[in-house]
């Protein structure tokens, strides 16, 4: 017993000698690792500091890339404070001083600048002479007298046509293939670059102006596909300009010089022979007949600008998804109408090929006006734009 008290109070005198040496041990530990944490945080403030004060001073690109790397330093502060190595204080700091740099006066005078520069420019090659045709008056007259709901528009948009038709189809087809699908901008660039590939000495500015020099149809068939594609032309792009210049040299486009001979061609003849040339379909040949040939009765069906313009127009005949009426038949002398069915049905309120042909027929000979002023009409929505 004596020895076991001994022992037990041996013990409990060594506990009481290293007791003040390891509390000066845990406060130097303690004291270190505040100081790391110091350190660390003195340096991430500085870093964002440095890169900062480079945004105020390098380019548009290097401030926003700043601004990136900054935000990017919050998120891997958020994610030590879990750790407990870096307070909400810095955290706020960091925060603030990103958003500091976003906000600096500098790069507000940029953003504007560069809004204004993105401000959409006019296609040059809409600029092009207006006129009045001597058919205008007589033709809004009828339209007028057979659909009085046209007199608004009518009233509100003067009719004007462009006076410069081009006679060379070869270059007004090639050219609508080009710019199939594309941003004019793009198509502008790719015509500059493939009469330039036959012309040398055209330039982007002279094309503006209304320089009309082109390759002939015999040129461009003897070109080289590689080299078509190097003119910026998509392999299926360059394929249909070569068709087309085919179809011109073969002879199997009849109109391509001789103006009585087009004169002669109905609206079927001549999208027969068009709509052989790959690339180039109906809309397409709808265009063709009403801006370059002036046809006066063509409805272009499948234009997404005419189709909403109609329905707007014709909204007050729709009626229990049904555009308009029919004659279905005579019966004891009296004529019955009704709602259209089978392919003059709507869907969902829009209008079929179907109803547009029969809503129409009431413009006819003129409809290639009232396609017009349907234009126009969905125009005001600010959703559709006229192709001319």
């Known amino acids: 017993m004596q020895t076991r008290r001994k022992t037990l109070s041996l013990a409990g005198s060594t506990a009481t000698t290293l007791k003040p040496a390891l509390t000066s041990v845990f406060k130097h530990t303690k004291s270190r690792a505040s100081t790391r944490t110091l350190v660390t945080k003195t340096a991430v403030v500085e870093t964002i500091q440095n890169k900062v004060v480079k945004a105020k001073t390098s380019t548009v690109v ?15 502060t958020r994610s030590r404070k879990s750790a407990g190595s870096i307070s909400p204080e810095i955290e706020m700091t960091v925060s603030s001083m990103a958003i500091a740099s976003l906000d600096a006066p500098e790069v507000k005078v940029t953003k504007a600048k560069e809004a204004k520069l993105k401000v959409p420019e006019e296609n040059p090659w809409s600029k092009r002479p207006l006129h009045v045709p001597t058919y205008a008056q007589e033709a809004l007259e009828h339209l007028c007298k057979v659909d009085p709901a046209l007199a608004p528009l009518i009233a509100k948009y003067p009719y004007s046509v462009y006076a410069d038709h081009d006679t060379n189809y070869f270059r007004v087809l090639s050219r609508t293939i080009v710019g199939q699908q594309v941003h004019w ?10 009469i330039f590939h036959y012309i040398p000495d055209v330039t982007l500015d002279s094309l503006d102006s209304g320089d009309k020099r082109f390759p002939t149809p015999e040129q461009v068939l003897a070109t080289p596909m590689d080299q078509l594609r190097s003119c910026g032309l998509s392999e299926r792009k360059a394929s249909y300009i070569q068709d087309l210049a085919r179809h011109f040299v073969e002879g199997k486009i009849t109109f391509a010089s001789d103006k009585a001979a087009l004169q002669a061609l109905t609206d079927d003849e001549l999208a027969a022979q068009l709509l052989c040339v790959r690339g180039i379909g109906p809309w397409t040949v709808d265009m063709f007949m009403m801006d370059t040939l002036e046809r006066l009765d063509i409805l272009p069906t499948l234009d997404l600008g005419i189709r909403r313009g109609m329905e707007k127009h014709f909204r007050k005949d729709y009626k229990n998804g049904v555009w308009g009426t029919i004659v279905e038949g005579l019966e004891d002398g009296k004529v019955k109408k009704g709602g259209a069915k089978g392919k003059g049905s709507a869907k969902k309120g829009e209008m079929s090929c179907g109803d547009m042909e029969r809503m129409a027929e009431i413009w006819r000979p003129y409809r290639s006006i009232a396609s017009w002023y349907m234009w126009r009409n969905a125009d005001e929505s600010g959703t559709v734009t006229a192709p001319f």
């Open 185 to 194: 901008k793009a198509a502008r660039s790719i015509i500059f670059r493939f």
């Open 62 to 76: 290097e401030k926003y890339d700043t601004c990136e790397n900054t935000q990017a330093t919050t998120v891997k």
